[in-house]
């Protein structure tokens, strides 16, 4: 009698679909969108130092990067679902620390929020490797975009206003967001993912599975794409709001302009049918030549800042076309078995890229103005491109069975 009176959808729960892991790709959009142009210009007003602000940002990168590999092993003595619940509990400590005011505070915040994002990343990758089927890839990641599309069209403008207004807010609503995002996790009851007979072995360390990634030469390129494609945003995030305050322009352009940027996502869907239409390689290999092309122009044209600006937007519109797209080579290459382990090499590209984007910057700016970090992402995303060539034309088309008859 007591079963009876049990709802079917808590006695068992529904399948996870790909409007569900949409719907919390949302949540951290929000959560995550609130703060991205919140803290460049925080740490740049703290510390004065565009030099000092690429250094905290290379010291994190390696602190996430670190983390992110660690999460297998910690995956084999702590069940997923507790994992990404300690993941998204982070972003709310970091909220908590920011609200003290100090540069150490933001800088705590900074740091619990790269971790918070790494380790959400790799049990988010790893559940929809298990419950989504790899020909609908695209149009999971697609839906990802176009939900999340909202909270980071909303949430970079909103967020350097409300920091101009009342410095705590954009930190309170970002916590709110957070919150919201655990509960959706635990709305959707995704457990601790499909468990694999293959996948019970005793736990490789991570030098294993590094090794068994750099000898499939599939997964080093879609890694490497990535990567590159990650250095571009923080070119774009990090180096544009302090480009802008060098040539006088408001502290609130560079979040207006990634707000700009990201209400392109709502185009996701028609990106994911120009890449339908064109192949995965073809889609990648244009969105890599027109942010290279738009990377250079913005270096080029750094004494006109409108104009660069301006480039540097057209370059950010190619990033999102790669966003669509360019993960998915490294997604459909990925093992069964070894699911949980290529996630997290896989996650590893936002800490590659945070780690070598900040030291790189570093670097150039010890010889050149900001302008400088653009015409090096431009090198990178150039050399992207050509790797893309290597990629098969027919990636990711639904392949036609014949039967004996036809």
């Avoid at 998204?88 to 100090?102: D, E």
Wanted: aromatic share 10%.
């Amino acid at each position: 009698m007591l079963e009876r009176r049990i709802p079917e959808w808590l006695r068992h729960a529904p399948a996870p679909s790909i409007r569900g892991f949409a719907t919390l790709a949302a949540c951290e959009a929000a959560a995550r969108g609130m703060l991205i142009s919140v803290f460049p210009v925080a740490l740049y007003n703290a510390l004065q130092d565009a030099a000092l602000v690429s250094r905290i940002y290379f010291l994190i990168g390696l602190a996430s990067l670190c983390t992110g590999l660690l999460v297998p092993w910690i995956n084999r003595h702590m069940p997923r679902r507790w994992i990404y619940g300690l993941g998204a509990s982070l972003f709310t400590i970091g909220t908590a620390c920011a609200l003290t005011g100090s540069a150490a505070g933001v800088i705590a915040a900074l740091a619990c929020t790269t971790l918070s994002t790494v380790i959400t990343f790799v049990c988010f990758n790893a559940y929809v490797l298990d419950y989504i089927d790899k020909i609908e890839l695209g149009a999971c990641e697609t839906q990802r975009l176009f939900y999340s599309a909202l909270g980071w069209t909303i949430g970079p403008v909103a967020g350097v206003t409300l920091m101009t207004l009342w410095p705590p807010a954009p930190f309170l609503i970002s916590g709110a967001a957070s919150i919201a995002m655990l509960i959706t996790f635990l709305i959707m009851r995704l457990g601790n993912g499909k468990l694999l007979t293959r996948a019970r072995r005793a736990a490789p360390n991570p030098l294993t599975y590094l090794g068994r990634f750099f000898a499939q030469p599939r997964l080093v390129a879609g890694w490497l794409f990535a990567v590159i494609r990650s250095c571009g945003w923080w070119a774009y995030v990090i180096y544009l709001p302090i480009y802008a305050l060098h040539a006088g322009l408001p502290d609130t352009v560079g979040g207006t302009m990634l707000s700009l940027t990201n209400a392109t996502l709502f185009l996701t869907p028609l990106m994911l049918r120009l890449m339908r239409r064109l192949s995965i390689r073809g889609t990648v290999r244009l969105g890599f030549a027109g942010a290279t092309l738009a990377f250079t122009a913005a270096a080029i044209l750094s004494p006109w800042p409108i104009a660069a600006t301006s480039a540097l937007y057209a370059g950010s519109v190619c990033l999102i076309l790669l966003d669509v797209s360019a993960g998915l080579p490294f997604l459909m290459a990925v093992k069964p078995s070894e699911r949980t382990e290529m996630s997290a090499v896989y996650s590893s590209y936002r800490d590659v890229s945070g780690i070598f984007t900040p030291g790189a910057a570093w670097l150039v700016l010890l010889v050149a103005p900001v302008w400088g970090i653009f015409a090096a992402t431009a090198g990178a995303l150039g050399l992207a491109w050509g790797i893309a060539a290597s990629l098969h034309p027919r990636l990711g088309t639904q392949r036609i069975r014949l039967t004996p008859a036809e």
